[in-house]
């Protein structure tokens, strides 16, 4: 795990990004590169530092959300699209609207909230749908779903990403992480709040509602993580 520090920044720098006067988590081995050289990266870094503070079980995550929103609103450009699509070197996603009431899915869950939801898109690439802002145990967890097959081994020996999806969905991990607190996995196949057989799950059924996040803002928070989990910029 990354090594964060806690800074303060001016006044100035909080109402430009709109953030309240209290200490923010930066990885420590960025924060130097980023002031000294990529001035321009520093809200994506505070963005970062707070994906980690919150991915701890024991971590305030509910109250980085907002924060995390700020940043969002100051980094992201403007765009209305409803379906974007995001690609790294190992991964590739197809950003839009999931059914939650009906669609075979993939949730990320936190205690009792729906993160994100995954789907087969039919053409390749796993669609995902986020409904809070994503802590960077949730971010790997979609970067490691949405991984790039491989053209003879698939993605860990599964043809696609969504079989991979799946099998990564029933293992005993996820009952640990949620044990802890964290993010974890979990397996809808008839929609969100509907058990196998066919009743409804009512903690999970009133969140078959829920509005997706603007899909620009999802694959700012993923490219974020990225760019830091591999060095500073």
Not at 2 to 26: C, N, Q, S, Y
Not at 93 to 115: F, N, S, Y
Not at 121 to 129: I, T, V
């Amino acid at each position: 795990m990354e090594e964060l520090a806690e800074v303060r920044l001016h006044k100035k720098t909080l109402d430009i990004l709109g953030l309240p006067d209290r200490p923010f988590p930066v990885p420590i081995d960025a924060l130097e590169l980023v002031i000294a050289e990529h001035e321009e990266f520093f809200a994506h870094l505070l963005l970062h530092g707070l994906q980690l503070e919150a991915q701890s079980g024991t971590a305030d995550w509910l109250a980085n959300e907002s924060l995390i929103d700020k940043l969002l609103d100051y980094i992201t450009p403007p765009d209305d699209r409803v379906t974007l699509t995001g690609e790294g070197e190992e991964w590739f996603v197809e950003c839009g609207p999931v059914d939650l009431k009906h669609a075979e899915q993939v949730t990320i869950q936190r205690g009792l909230q729906v993160i994100a939801s995954i789907t087969d898109s039919g053409k390749g690439p796993l669609c995902l749908a986020a409904y809070r802002p994503l802590d960077a145990k949730s971010v790997r967890s979609i970067l490691s779903l949405a991984r790039k097959p491989h053209p003879i081994h698939g993605v860990s020996m599964r043809r696609n990403s969504w079989e991979y999806a799946l099998d990564a969905s029933h293992g005993m991990g996820n009952h640990y992480a949620s044990d802890r607190g964290e993010a974890y996995l979990s397996y809808w196949a008839h929609g969100v709040g509907i058990s196998n057989d066919g009743s409804l799950v009512p903690e999970w059924a009133t969140q078959r509602d829920l509005a997706a996040r603007p899909a620009a803002r999802v694959l700012i928070e993923l490219g974020v993580y990225q760019m830091f989990s591999k060095g500073p910029p």
